[in-house]
């Protein structure tokens, strides 16, 4: 399954909540504005409230958009026999090995793995369970992510960019005055987080962040 990771949303719905947005209706609005991916990420959230949220993101989310599940693997299995259209699931370094998610989730899913340092580029890309693309970060201190790495910047994140032969999504406090830098870089994407989830308007933020992208091509 291909996937484009251009402009790839990860969800907080505690964001969402406290800017006034119900998360499926920001979803929709980002999908319809430029996001070409979408990450569900309830770290905190009980499995049955998880999945519901992916039962109604998903019920939301144009086909041409990829719908992935953050760390729960049987989250992802269980809406998938409900139905949803979900593309895969995204994983942590803590979380289960790249070779036994893939094994469960089938190989017409699609893997993301985070990656900080040039061993865990080389143990993705070495991996026989087929990583799909590694989300490289944290591009800058974020409060949205407590277990997040020490900040790479533009410069941290050009160079493991560069040492990396999977696609490289960019993650951690991306905003849009970053996305041109970290597409010359060589990010294959750039994920943000607040930027859409606590803005005012998260169709407006998604279509300048899209803006940003293209006009760094």
């Not at 790839?8 to 969402?16: P, R, S």
């Not at 980002?30 to 070409?36: E, I």
């Not at 990656?115 to 490289?136: I, P």
């Not at 597409?183 to 279509?207: L, M, Y």
Request: negative net charge.
């Amino acid at each position: 399954m291909t996937v484009d990771l251009s402009l790839y949303l990860v969800t907080d719905a505690g964001l969402a909540d406290a800017a006034g947005h119900d998360l499926a209706d920001l979803v929709a609005a980002a999908a319809s504005n430029g996001v070409t991916a979408v990450q569900i990420r309830e770290k905190d959230a009980p499995a049955r409230v998880f999945l519901d949220t992916v039962l109604r993101v998903a019920a939301v989310t144009p086909p041409h958009v990829s719908l992935l599940v953050n760390d729960r693997v049987d989250v992802f299995l269980a809406a998938r026999a409900a139905g949803a259209r979900v593309a895969g699931v995204h994983v942590g370094q803590s979380d289960l090995p790249v070779d036994a998610v893939r094994a469960l989730i089938g190989a017409d899913a699609v893997l993301g793995l985070s990656a900080a340092t040039e061993d865990q580029l080389r143990g993705a890309a070495a991996s026989r369970a087929r990583v799909d693309y590694v989300g490289v970060g944290a591009v800058h201190a974020t409060p949205t992510k407590k277990d997040a790495p020490p900040a790479l910047g533009h410069d941290g994140f050009a160079r493991l960019a560069a040492a990396s032969i999977l696609p490289a999504v960019a993650i951690g406090g991306v905003k849009a005055d970053d996305v041109p830098a970290l597409r010359r870089a060589g990010a294959a994407g750039a994920a943000v987080v607040s930027a859409i989830c606590a803005a005012e308007d998260p169709g407006v933020a998604a279509r300048a962040l899209r803006a940003a992208w293209e006009a760094a091509a």
